[in-house]
């Protein structure tokens, strides 16, 4: 589907909110409520899922990793999504099998589940990430060439 620079804009709105009221995004976009209303309507199938992004920070979480992981355990995944500190698991072909989207309150806690890792892993190699603000990442306007 070629979308339109319109509804480009309208979907970068609903990425950095949600839950934007038509008539703000109408506001925004210089577009009549009754337009917003029906291109929302008929980009809906676009949409996956409405979701929240937490500041993790605010909830005592304040180390992020991405952790690259090679394994010879097939239902390694399905073991990781049991730990609190699991974020996402994404399963990736680049030389590793997984990528792991993990947080944790301290180096401590990133140390002790870098453990577990030694115990089920071929290999690994970890991306941490102090700080982190993602909202800014996927907020940002959609540039997309039309």
């Known amino acids: 589907m070629r979308l339109s620079k319109k509804n480009l804009e309208i979907l970068s709105m609903l990425r950095q909110n ?6 703000e995004i109408s506001k925004q976009t210089k577009m009549p409520i009754s337009t917003v209303f029906s291109k929302h309507k008929q980009m809906e199938h676009l949409i996956k899922k409405y979701t929240s992004f937490l500041k993790f920070s605010e909830i005592g979480y304040y180390m992020r990793s991405f952790i690259y992981l090679k394994s010879k355990n097939k239902m390694l995944s399905s073991e990781l999504l049991k730990s609190s500190h699991i974020n996402s698991i994404y399963q990736i072909n680049n030389g590793f099998h997984y990528l792991v989207d993990a947080y944790f309150k301290d180096i401590g806690q990133f140390e002790e589940f870098k453990e577990v890792l030694q115990k089920n892993c071929i290999s690994w190699k ?5 700080d982190s603000d993602e909202e800014l990442l996927l907020c940002r306007n959609i540039n997309m060439v039309t």
Not at 18 to 23: A, D, F, I, L, P
Not at 126 to 130: A, C, N, R, T, Y
Request: aromatic share 10%; hydrophobic share 25%.
């Open 18 to 23: 949600g839950r934007e009221k038509y008539s």
């Open 126 to 130: 970890e991306v941490p990430i102090l």
